[in-house]
Nanobody, 119 residues
């Protein structure tokens, strides 16, 4: 089993910044990609940003230019720097990792961390 431990959520005013971090517990299995999704009340979970190993990051249009995702490959950590936050960014943010086990890819999810942006 792979566990993803998230940290860094909270309450911030519009225009402020937050940094989310997520550490994957595995040192054994290969991680294909890591990233972040978010889900606001009454909506579906949506992609925020992901990074495939050895590739450039992929961002949702709504966060381009404001959010930056980075991976620490040695320690299986993914970070999300969020700047110029606005109330529409309020959601539960979930870390995700696509892990190769026994030749099969399995996606794991963190428990989620709340991000609230006040106007």
């Amino acid at each position: 089993q792979v566990q993803l431990v998230e940290s860094g959520g909270g309450l911030v005013q519009a225009g402020g910044s937050l940094r989310l971090s997520c550490a994957a517990s595995t040192r054994i299995f290969s991680i294909v990609d890591m990233g972040w999704y978010r889900q606001a009340p009454g909506t579906q979970r949506e992609l925020v940003a992901t990074v495939i190993s050895g590739s450039t990051p992929n961002y949702a249009d709504s966060v381009k230019g404001r959010f930056t995702i980075s991976r620490d490959y040695a320690n299986n950590v993914v970070n999300l720097q969020m700047n110029s936050l606005n109330p529409e960014d309020t959601a539960v943010y979930y870390c995700t990792a696509n892990v190769i086990r026994g030749g099969l890819a399995t996606r794991f999810w963190g428990q989620g961390t709340q991000v609230t942006v006040s106007s």
